[in-house]
């Protein structure tokens, strides 16, 4: 028997549990989705899921998984690739904060969060480019960071490869009726700094609200823009970053660490 098709777009989106992942759980709900609430503590994800269907009569499925581990991985990327519960919207938003600088931390936990921040975005943003280009739609959103055009660790590393990986897979899909957006934050108001053990620097105004921050970027995605820079602060320094030369960029990278 064929399942029955939602008349409603499936959105699945990673890091569901907390902070702009959740905000994106809760907008694109908002917005008539059904939900792919992906994340590694199921316990709050179930909590979100019951929100999300009393709230906006909606289906929210529960799919707990450690990204860093691929036999996890691998079940996501099956469930976006699947034929007969097709995925309109995948939100690549997991996250994995580092306390340490690269040569002070252990080399697993680089290794963990290169699996998370990196090749799970590479491998569920393969499986959904394939089964969307094949069906002439979707929208793919990868959750970058303004701390890609700066040069300050491997987790700066790791953003400018999504930015730079978005922009080149938009291009491979352009004129399929699929977009690849990568979104690009600054400092966020969430419990993320709380749960990685990491202060608040600089001054309020570079802080963003993740509720305008989301219907930026989703406003964004529907114009079909490849880099979305929410707040006008983050799109004058990144504007900046472009043009300054590089060793001005490791300078100020060498004197924040200090």
Not at 56 to 65: F, K, M, Q, T
Not at 162 to 177: H, P, Q
Request: with cysteine.
């Amino acid at each position: 028997m064929t399942a029955e098709r939602s008349p409603r777009p499936t959105a699945l989106v990673t890091g569901a549990s907390a902070g702009i992942g959740r905000e994106f759980a809760l907008q694109l709900a908002g917005r008539g989705h059904d939900l792919v609430l992906v994340a590694r503590d199921r316990g709050r994800l179930d909590v979100l899921a019951a929100e999300l269907t009393s709230r906006y009569a909606v289906s929210a499925e529960v799919l707990a998984a450690d990204l860093s581990d691929r036999s996890a991985l691998q079940t996501v990327a099956d469930r976006v690739a699947d034929p007969a519960r097709p995925v309109d919207v995948v939100v690549n938003n997991a996250g994995y904060g580092q306390r340490r600088s690269f040569l002070r931390n252990d080399v697993a936990a680089e290794e963990a969060a290169f699996d998370v921040l990196t090749r799970a975005v590479l491998v569920l943003s393969h499986a959904a480019g394939v089964a969307m280009r094949d069906r002439g739609r979707g929208q793919i959103i990868n959750v970058s960071s303004v701390a890609g055009f700066i040069a300050s660790g491997s987790y700066s590393a790791a953003k400018a490869w999504v930015t730079t990986f978005s922009e080149g897979l938009a291009s491979e899909l352009e004129g399929t009726g699929v977009t690849v957006t990568a979104l690009c934050p600054g400092f966020t108001n969430t419990e993320f700094q709380q749960r990685a053990g990491i202060g608040k620097p600089g001054p309020d105004f570079l802080w963003l609200d993740p509720a305008r921050l989301v219907r930026d970027c989703l406003d964004d995605v529907a114009r079909g823009r490849v880099v979305s820079v929410p707040g006008l602060q983050y799109k004058a320094m990144v504007g900046l970053l472009r043009v300054v030369p590089r060793s001005v960029v490791r300078r100020r990278a060498r004197l924040s660490r200090r």
